[in-house]
């Protein structure tokens, strides 16, 4: 198990409580766990805004909760569902150090108003942060009364913590389009704050016109299963539920963000979304800000969110940056003693090894370049920007997760496993995702000590992954 040290990193990094971000890194045990168990592998199929988070784009909203269909009835049986989790619990326990008290795992079955069963579990945890007290938990929503139109996907677990196994962590979910389709179906017959949200990065980082079509397709025949009608803004704007969203945005997705936008912006785009999906409007993408000659364009930011640590020479909370830049909120930056509200879009490394900001002045339009190492703070403000540029620091389509050692496909028995593992006459090779230099070890630990790049510069890697063993 990581250290409280670990989370109180991600936490500065990411502008969130400790709380949250320890949740978080449970969560990725908890479907690592479930993925492993031989009868959950293939029948338990993840979705839902925690799904989009873990498993397609690194800066989201955190969520709490765990959301799967089922494709085994006999699997919503109270008794069953109580005794694999202590299974799962113990492997858990086996592989990172989490606690789930056997008292605490707790699962209701309860019927809907369409006449099917559904569950609802609880189960407390205790991991790094140690709480004294009351524990907290992890809620799992399962049913089996949800349509799946596409196949599902296996999906690498986005956990960018430093005990992430040598062969990854994965789970089966919905794919893409299902998620998307989903999340419409889900805002038209709810309205609530999440769906909105979730509706918008999905169409932000996804929305290429391949999948248009197949999104569609899904969303028709969800509707038809639920008896609804196809959502159109007419209908969104005449619901009752339509001035509770707004005044629930704050209550219901304040503490799963560093900071929320405003209600407004991600109404105004929903249109879009709907004439995209639609009437084939097509979206205009924006070019990325033209490469310096003294950049290097070979080096691109990892592509999912992890602690930089000391970001060459000082702290600087580039997440919290990305966050923004994926949010399209401005940064209140403190560069060289004076303040200035910037849009963030690219961080690039320079051939010398510096991190550059490329940015534009809210106020004035005009381009901007700071270094990382010489930025002092940098706050998410509230005021949102329309793009420009190509928005570089986030992902506009579906993260795998960085390059690491994959086994061949298998089920992962329930047995004690440790993490790392050392061998006599072993030599591992590390990889550093930020700066690209190797590293020869006699374990398989991918956890990276302080080092240079190949520049000669600090570099902010902490967590490597496995290339090959010799």
């Given at each position: 198990?990581?250290?409280?040290?670990?989370?109180?990193?991600?936490?500065?990094?990411?502008?969130?409580?400790?709380?949250?971000?320890?949740?978080?890194?449970?969560?990725?045990?908890?479907?690592?766990?479930?993925?492993?168990?031989?009868?959950f592998?293939?029948?338990?199929?993840?979705?839902?805004?925690?799904?989009?988070?873990?498993?397609?784009?690194?800066?989201?909203?955190?969520?709490?909760?765990?959301?799967?269909?089922?494709?085994?009835?006999?699997?919503?049986?109270?008794?069953?569902?109580?005794?694999?989790?202590m299974?799962?619990?113990?492997w858990?326990?086996?592989?990172?150090?989490?606690?789930?008290?056997?008292?605490?795992?707790?699962?209701?079955?309860?019927?809907?108003?369409?006449?099917?069963?559904?569950?609802?579990?609880?189960?407390?945890?205790?991991g790094?942060?140690?709480p004294?007290?009351?524990?907290?938990?992890?809620?799992?929503?399962?049913?089996?009364?949800?349509?799946?139109?596409?196949?599902p996907?296996?999906?690498?677990?986005?956990?960018?913590?430093?005990?992430?196994?040598?062969?990854?962590?994965?789970?089966?979910?919905?794919?893409?389009?299902?998620?998307?389709?989903?999340?419409?179906?889900?805002?038209?017959?709810?309205?609530?704050?999440?769906?909105?949200y979730?509706?918008?990065?999905?169409y932000r980082?996804?929305?290429?016109g391949?999948?248009?079509?197949?999104?569609?397709?899904?969303?028709k025949?969800?509707?038809?299963?639920?008896?609804?009608?196809?959502?159109?803004?007419?209908?969104?704007?005449?619901?009752?539920?339509?001035?509770?969203?707004?005044?629930?945005?704050?209550?219901m997705?304040?503490?799963?963000?560093?900071?929320?936008?405003?209600?407004?912006?991600?109404?105004?785009?929903?249109?879009?979304?709907?004439?995209?999906?639609?009437?084939?409007?097509?979206?205009v993408?924006?070019?990325?800000?033209?490469?310096?000659?003294q950049?290097?364009?070979?080096?691109?930011?990892?592509?999912?969110?992890?602690?930089w640590?000391p970001?060459?020479?000082?702290?600087?909370p580039?997440?919290?940056?990305?966050?923004?830049?994926?949010?399209?909120?401005?940064?209140?930056?403190?560069?060289?003693?004076?303040?200035?509200?910037?849009?963030?879009?690219?961080?690039?490394?320079?051939?010398?090894?510096?991190?550059?900001?490329?940015?534009?002045?809210?106020?004035?339009?005009?381009?901007?370049?700071?270094?990382?190492?010489?930025i002092?703070?940098?706050?998410?403000?509230?005021?949102?920007?329309?793009?420009?540029?190509?928005?570089?620091?986030?992902?506009?389509?579906?993260?795998?997760?960085?390059?690491?050692?994959?086994?061949?496909?298998?089920?992962v028995?329930?047995?004690?496993?440790?993490?790392?593992?050392?061998?006599?006459?072993?030599?591992?090779?590390?990889?550093c995702?930020?700066?690209g230099?190797?590293?020869?070890?006699?374990t398989?630990?991918?956890?990276?000590n302080?080092?240079?790049?190949?520049q000669?510069?600090?570099?902010?890697?902490?967590?490597?992954?496995?290339?090959t063993?010799?």
């Amino acid at each position: 198990m990581i250290d409280r040290q670990d989370i109180f990193d991600f936490s500065r990094e990411l502008g969130l409580r400790p709380e949250i971000v320890e949740k978080d890194y449970v969560l990725g045990w908890v479907l690592s766990g479930i993925f492993a168990h031989p009868s959950f592998r293939q029948t338990w199929i993840f979705k839902g805004g925690t799904c989009v988070k873990k498993c397609f784009f690194e800066t989201y909203r955190f969520s709490e909760d765990l959301d799967f269909t089922l494709a085994d009835t006999g699997h919503l049986d109270e008794r069953y569902l109580t005794d694999a989790f202590m299974q799962i619990a113990r492997w858990i326990y086996e592989q990172s150090g989490i606690e789930f008290p056997e008292d605490s795992v707790r699962f209701e079955v309860y019927e809907k108003p369409r006449g099917r069963v559904s569950v609802q579990g609880r189960i407390s945890y205790r991991g790094p942060m140690m709480p004294r007290g009351a524990l907290p938990r992890i809620k799992l929503d399962l049913t089996d009364d949800e349509l799946v139109v596409l196949d599902p996907v296996i999906r690498d677990v986005h956990h960018p913590y430093p005990d992430r196994p040598d062969d990854g962590m994965r789970i089966l979910c919905y794919a893409y389009e299902e998620l998307f389709a989903e999340k419409v179906r889900a805002l038209a017959e709810r309205e609530r704050p999440r769906d909105l949200y979730d509706v918008i990065h999905l169409y932000r980082h996804g929305s290429d016109g391949t999948a248009r079509g197949v999104i569609l397709d899904v969303l028709k025949r969800k509707c038809e299963y639920k008896a609804i009608a196809l959502p159109s803004m007419a209908a969104l704007e005449s619901q009752p539920a339509r001035a509770e969203l707004e005044t629930e945005w704050e209550n219901m997705l304040g503490h799963q963000l560093p900071a929320l936008p405003p209600f407004e912006q991600f109404w105004r785009e929903l249109p879009e979304v709907l004439d995209w999906l639609y009437r084939e409007v097509t979206r205009v993408a924006e070019k990325a800000y033209p490469y310096q000659p003294q950049e290097d364009t070979a080096w691109r930011p990892p592509a999912m969110g992890q602690s930089w640590g000391p970001a060459v020479r000082t702290e600087v909370p580039i997440e919290i940056i990305r966050f923004a830049a994926a949010n399209h909120l401005c940064i209140d930056l403190s560069y060289k003693g004076s303040r200035r509200l910037i849009e963030p879009y690219s961080v690039r490394r320079t051939r010398a090894g510096h991190l550059i900001l490329h940015a534009i002045r809210h106020d004035s339009g005009e381009h901007r370049a700071y270094r990382v190492d010489e930025i002092q703070d940098a706050l998410v403000s509230k005021i949102p920007f329309t793009p420009r540029y190509a928005v570089e620091l986030t992902a506009t389509g579906p993260l795998s997760a960085p390059p690491a050692y994959r086994k061949q496909e298998s089920t992962v028995p329930l047995r004690s496993r440790a993490v790392r593992r050392s061998s006599a006459g072993l030599t591992c090779v590390i990889g550093c995702p930020v700066c690209g230099k190797q590293f020869n070890r006699k374990t398989r630990s991918v956890k990276l000590n302080k080092h240079k790049d190949k520049q000669g510069y600090p570099c902010a890697g902490r967590s490597g992954y496995l290339i090959t063993t010799k």
